[in-house]
C-alpha cells in the first residue's frame, strides 16, 4: 500500500514460429494438479484462433484477452480483498477496510483545503463494493469511476540477453497451450533497470502510464492517490499466478474459468513518481489499517466480541494519515 503525495507490441509474424520452447520456473503457474484433459473452454478456441492467425501473443495480452474478451462467457469476479495471502476475508471487515479508506479520503481533502471539486476515482472497481463501503463514509460527494485492466509481460534473463516470454500452441499436444521464449528483443524489455539482478521479471508499463498521469496531475491540482494491491518492493519475481473457487490454478488450462493475477511491484511505480511528488510506503495492510484505528471500529462493530484477541489501538497521529513511518522518495 503507497500514497503519491504533491511537495504497444503488435502480434509477431510467421518468424515468431522459431519462438524456443519454454518453461517458466515461476512455483505459482500451477497447482501442480494438472487435469487429465485441457477442457476447451470458449476462450481456449479463441485464442488458439488468434495465435494462429497472428503469432504468439505476450502474456500481457493474454491476460486481457481472458480477463475482459466476451469469449470467455462468463464474468470471473476477484474479491481484492480475499482469497490470498495479506489482505482479509471477512465481509465485515471488507466493509470496514472500505469505511476506512472513506475516512482516509475525507483526512486527505481536508489536509489540501476542503476544495469543492472533488472526484473520488477506483481503478479496476469490479462490482464496485469497495467504493460502495467508501462512498457510505462520505455520501454527499461525488465519485468518478473508471476500469482499469493491469496486465505484465514476463522477461527473462538468457545467455543472449533479456528475453521476453508469450504465449504459444504446444504443436505437441492438441488444444493446449505453452509457454515459449521470444526469438529476438522486445519493447518490454526497455523497462528493465541497468542494474537489474533478478533473472526473470514482471513488467507493467501500463502501471507505469497510470502512475506518471496521477503524478502530473497531483503535481499541477494538489490531492493524494492511494494504492492498495497485493505487491513487493522489487524483490519478487515468480507472482504471475491463477485462482479458481480460492485455489491455485495453472494460468494456461482452461482459459477464461479463472481468475489471473500478479503482484505489483511498487518500487516500479515510485520509480514513474519520482521528480514530480513525494512518495511514501509501501507498508502492510494491517498496519495502514490499525493506524486507521481499525480496532476501536471492530469493537464497535461486533459487539466486543474481539475484546480478549485484539489489542486496542488508537488512530496513528501523522502527516499523511495511516502511514506510521514516512520515508519520503
Not at 132 to 143: A, P
Not at 160 to 186: C, H
Not at 308 to 322: E, Y
Request: proline share 5%; charged share 20%; aromatic share 10%.
Amino acid at each position: 500500500m503507497s500514497v503519491l503525495l504533491r511537495s504497444g507490441l503488435g502480434p509477431l509474424c510467421a518468424v515468431a514460429r522459431a519462438a524456443i520452447p519454454f518453461i517458466w520456473r515461476g512455483k505459482y503457474f500451477s497447482s501442480g494438479n494438472e487435469p487429465a484433459e485441457n477442457p476447451v473452454t470458449p476462450m481456449l478456441r479463441h485464442l488458439m484462433y488468434k495465435i494462429k492467425s497472428t503469432g504468439p501473443i505476450t502474456v500481457a495480452e493474454y491476460m486481457k484477452e481472458v480477463l475482459t474478451n466476451p469469449a470467455k462467457g462468463y464474468y470471473v469476479y476477484r474479491d481484492m480483498l480475499g482469497e490470498k495471502g495479506d489482505f482479509i476475508t471477512s465481509p465485515e471487515i471488507s466493509q470496514i477496510f472500505g469505511e476506512l479508506l472513506g475516512i482516509w479520503f475525507i483526512s486527505e481533502w481536508m489536509a489540501t483545503g476542503k476544495s469543492t471539486a472533488f472526484q473520488l476515482v477506483e481503478l479496476g472497481p469490479g462490482r464496485g463494493t469497495l467504493v460502495g463501503d467508501i462512498l457510505r463514509v462520505f455520501t454527499q460527494l461525488g465519485s468518478v469511476l473508471k476500469n482499469c485492466d493491469i496486465s505484465v509481460h514476463l522477461v527473462e534473463k538468457t545467455p543472449q540477453g533479456w528475453r521476453e516470454v508469450f504465449v504459444d500452441i504446444d504443436p505437441q499436444v492438441s488444444d493446449k497451450l505453452r509457454f515459449v521464449l521470444a526469438p529476438s528483443a522486445t519493447p518490454a524489455e526497455a523497462f528493465i533497470q541497468h542494474d537489474e539482478t533478478r533473472d526473470h521479471v514482471e513488467v507493467c508499463p501500463d502501471a507505469g502510464v497510470i502512475i506518471e498521469e496521477l503524478s502530473q496531475r497531483i503535481a499541477l491540482t494538489g490531492g493524494a492517490a492511494l494504492v492498495a494491491d497485493y505487491g513487493h518492493d522489487g524483490t519478487k519475481t515468480d507472482t504471475f499466478r491463477g485462482f479458481c473457487d480460492h485455489k491455485l490454478h495453472d494460468v494456461l488450462i482452461a482459459p477464461g474459468t479463472a481468475d489471473l493475477t500478479a503482484d505489483v511491484d511498487f518500487s516500479y511505480l515510485r520509480r514513474m513518481a519520482q521528480g514530480k511528488v513525494a512518495s511514501l510506503g509501501p507498508i502492510k495492510q494491517h498496519t495502514f489499517l490499525k493506524n486507521m484505528g481499525i480496532d476501536v471500529r471492530l469493537k464497535r462493530l461486533q459487539g466486543g466480541r474481539y475484546q480478549r484477541n485484539a489489542r486496542q489501538s488508537k488512530p496513528f497521529a501523522s502527516v499523511v494519515a495511516g502511514f506510521s513511518e514516512l520515508a519520503w522518495q
